[in-house]
Structure formats: C-alpha cells, structure tokens
C-alpha cells in the first residue's frame, strides 16, 4: 500500500536550489522547485527526517485541499466541506495562518478567521462540541494560501519556523536566522574540509551552523517539539527510528571553527550558544578586534561573516567597511572571505574587487552575498603557479 503524499518545503528567496538539493539528498521523490519553496513526494517517516534534517526548510506544509472559489461565503462553505474530523477531534485546538497573493483579499487575519469558523462550525453541527483556538501549542495548525481564486489548505507539521532550532538560548542585537545562516555557509561552498572563521560572530549562529554542517549533525535534534507530534496518527516509534537514522551519519570533523567578537558579552553569549549545542569541542570563541588580528599559519581558511549594516548599529560605515578590506588584505593572504551586507555603498569601501556576488534576503533587507579572495602573494602571481 503506497502512503506517499506530496509535501511543500518553504524557504528563503535565493535558497530553493539549495533546498532541492537537500531534499535529493535526503531521498524525496518528485521534486519541484517553485519561489520560496519547493514541493515534493515522501511518507509520514520522510515527513520527520524532512523537519529534522533540512538546513535551509522554513516549514514543511502537508497539503490536504485545493479549489477554486467565487467568494468569501463559497471559500467559507468550501472549507466547511473538508473532513476536518480526521484530523481534529471535537474538543481539540487549532490556529489558523493564511498567506495571500493578488488582490482578491488584502487581511490575512480575515481569511484565518473565516477559515476558522468553517472548521469550528462543521464540529459543532455534526458533534455539538467544538475545537478551541490556541495559537500558541495547538493540537492543529493549518496554513491557508490564496493566490487570486485559488485556495490551497495545508497542514502545518513543523509548528514554530524551523530556524528556531532549540540551541540559541542568548541574543544580541540584530541576530542572523539560523536558517539564512546555514544558507548563507551553504552558498558558501563550505565543505568542513579547511579551518573555518567568522570574525564578527555576535551570538556564534553562523559557527553554531558551519559545526553542524561539517559534522553533518542534523539541525533540528534539539527542537522541543514539532506540531506532527500532537497529530492523531503520530508515530513515536517511527520518530525515533529517523533520528537514529540521522544520527548514524554524522561524521567526524578535524580543523578548527574560530570565532571573533570585540565585545565581551557577544563572547559571553555565543559561548552560551555553544555550550547548549554541544559543540565546544568543534568552536573556540574568543574576545578579540578582527580588525587587530592577522590569521595564522599557512593553511587555507574559510571565512563567513555578517558585519554591521547601519541599521541598528551607530558606525561610521564607511570607515568599517574600509578596515574590513585593509585587514582582509593585509592579515589574511589565503583565505576565501565571505561576507553579507544589505549597505550597498558601504560594500564599495571595501577596496577590493569581488570574484562573485549573490543577491540574497536577510529578513526583508535586499542583500549580497560577496567572496573576496585573499590570494598569498600577489593574484598574478598565484595566476603563474596554477598556469605553472
């Protein structure tokens, strides 16, 4: 008997390659990638291995229903016809999200809370019960997406977005989304196979993601809880087989992961972070000024890390950006640099000429993604030995 059913993975603008990529790798059939997400085929087990092991997967939504519809009173009927029954009991709970594109309705909160009481209404004229709203840890959590007379009603298995991985237990200003962060590694090309940097790195989520992706420890081992476990047909058992089953392929890591902060209680704070991720054997953190260090050794370096934009922190960018290019210049000869920044003209004081650039979101800040590579010598000279 088949009990395959499609899913949809949604993620970050610029990530859905990335995305596809994870879910053939963890083995899901029939793949499509769409803006922000990617659809796919798998069981109720996929499902889990889906919530625990996808680094770049914002949700992953179980869809149940798709119509057409001519209005608000046809949408609420239509709802209403669905077997909520088979997902729900009678004294149960449910929260409604909805997302919407076009025209056709412009309050989301609105269709949630027509949605709902179709759902509440159906319950309470076969059964004389109905289920109660909870938004914080329903029994049900069911996505509504309207694209201009369409209705797509999903179920939510992953409950809170899965950047929430369960490690970051200290924060400090403008933290990065563990999900952009894993990306943003991802992107990278970091393969665990050289030392890792990020010498600015606040609260240690870009160190936290590169340890687990070159251990290949899945992301969300320390959630608290997924919304599929308050499911009728949960299957614990099943659960813990997955993760087993992860868990027997992580691998061994042997370089270092080095992070810089020149403020105390940024150290304080991703050491936290660490510690509650178990991986302070893989990352050292350290109370330093990136711009008064040089790197040390011969050896190759990768390096990922998000500077100041301007936003929320009071700098002179212009001069900051500047001593990023004079210090990667100067003190960093064979490293591969990344760096994120929404401040585009700040980005021009660098100095130095990028070898690529990918256009990325961090939240709703239109950003790039830049490599600048820190050649040992000169790039002419290091143009004669490869030709050589």
């Known amino acids: 008997m088949n009990t395959d059913f499609e899913m949809v993975a949604k993620t970050l603008f610029g990530f859905e390659e990335l995305l596809e990529n994870e879910l053939k790798q963890l083995g899901a ?43 608000e009173t046809d949408l609420y009927q239509k709802i209403k016809t669905i077997r909520w029954e088979n997902y729900l009991k009678s004294d149960g709970s449910l929260a409604v999200g909805a997302t919407l594109s076009g025209d056709r309705f412009t309050h989301s909160q609105y269709i949630a809370l027509k949605t709902k009481d179709a759902i509440v209404d159906r319950f309470r004229e076969q059964t004389g019960q109905r289920p109660n709203v909870d938004l914080r840890f329903p029994d049900l959590k069911i996505n509504i997406h309207i694209d201009g007379d369409f209705c797509n009603v999903s179920l939510d298995s992953s409950g809170e977005s899965l950047h929430k991985r369960g490690y970051k237990i200290a924060t400090n200003i403008a933290p990065i989304n563990e999900v952009l962060a894993a990306g943003l590694i991802m992107l990278s090309g970091w393969d665990g ?58 691998r061994d890591f042997h370089h270092k992961i080095i992070g810089f902060d020149k403020s105390p209680s940024a150290v304080r704070k991703a050491k936290e972070n660490v510690i509650n991720a178990h991986l302070d054997e893989f990352i050292t953190i350290k109370h330093e000024d990136f711009f008064k260090t040089q790197k040390g050794g011969e050896a190759p370096l990768h390096m990922v890390f998000n500077p100041p934009y301007g936003e929320r922190l009071n700098l002179e960018m212009e001069t900051f950006y500047s001593d990023i ?64």
């Open 193 to 250: 196979q050289s030392d890792f940097m990020d010498p600015m790195c606040g609260s240690g989520t870009l160190l936290i993601e590169a340890a687990m992706i070159a251990c290949n420890i899945p992301p969300n081992l320390m959630r608290n809880e997924f919304a599929f476990e308050r499911w009728e047909d949960w299957d614990v058992d099943l659960f813990e087989k997955i993760e087993e089953s992860l868990l027997s392929k992580t």
């Open 29 to 71: 059939k029939h793949i499509q990638k769409g803006v922000r997400h990617v659809r796919f085929v798998g069981d109720k087990g996929f499902m889990y291995k889906c919530n625990l092991g996808l680094r770049t997967a914002i949700k992953i939504l179980k869809p149940i229903a798709k119509f057409k519809f001519k209005n």
């Open 325 to 388: 290019g004079s210090t990667l210049k100067h003190k960093y000869s064979g490293t591969n640099a990344w760096l994120i920044t929404s401040n585009l003209e700040a980005l021009k004081h660098v100095g130095l000429r990028p070898s690529r650039k990918i256009k990325v979101f961090n939240a709703k800040l239109e950003s790039r993604l830049v490599l600048y590579k820190m050649y040992s010598g000169t790039k002419k000279i290091h143009k004669q030995k490869l030709k050589s």
